[in-house]
């Protein structure tokens, strides 16, 4: 049940939040919407058509198709995604165009089963006031490296 409820819960916020786009907020909402929905065109729809975005694996996909290419492999890999974003910052940058920085978490079970996996990292991202509403034109995200277990002290 609280699955079925996560998964409403998404689909509302996405419903309303892609919708609408008429603000950089309602982007970002959107994006989390698209990512707990495990939508990869619904994603890369919340992009220009000739955006850049830097993953946190190192690749970089230029335009939809590839940021929905990009997405597709972990949509499949994993299940129940839930992501976190912490905003530390934003900047107006003029009527039309915005910057966000913060911290993002992602937590999301392999789809085959077993324990939940947990990732965290930085994003920043410029996004601008288009006819289709409000999109990302770029945007960076990276991984937190865990930290290095000590060795054992004899």
């Not at 990869?40 to 929905?68: K, M, N, Q, W």
């Not at 165009?97 to 992602?106: D, R, S």
């Amino acid at each position: 049940m609280k699955l079925f409820l996560a998964a409403a819960g998404a689909a509302a916020l996405f419903a309303t939040s892609a919708a609408a786009q008429d603000s950089a907020e309602a982007l970002a909402d959107a994006f989390s919407a698209a990512v707990m929905a495990e939508d990869a065109d619904a994603l890369a729809a919340l992009y220009t058509e000739d955006a850049d975005s830097f993953g946190p694996d190192g690749g970089v996909a230029h335009g939809r198709a590839e940021i929905a290419a990009s997405w597709a492999p972990m949509f499949e890999a994993f299940d129940d995604i839930t992501i976190t974003l912490d905003a530390k910052g934003e900047k107006a940058l003029g009527k039309d165009a915005h910057a966000a920085w913060g911290l993002w978490t992602m937590t999301m079970t392999p789809a085959g089963g077993g324990e939940p996996v947990t990732m965290s990292g930085r994003y920043s991202d410029n996004s601008v006031k288009t006819k289709e509403g409000w999109r990302y034109f770029i945007d960076h995200a990276s991984a937190i490296a865990a930290p290095a277990e000590e060795a054992p002290t004899e």
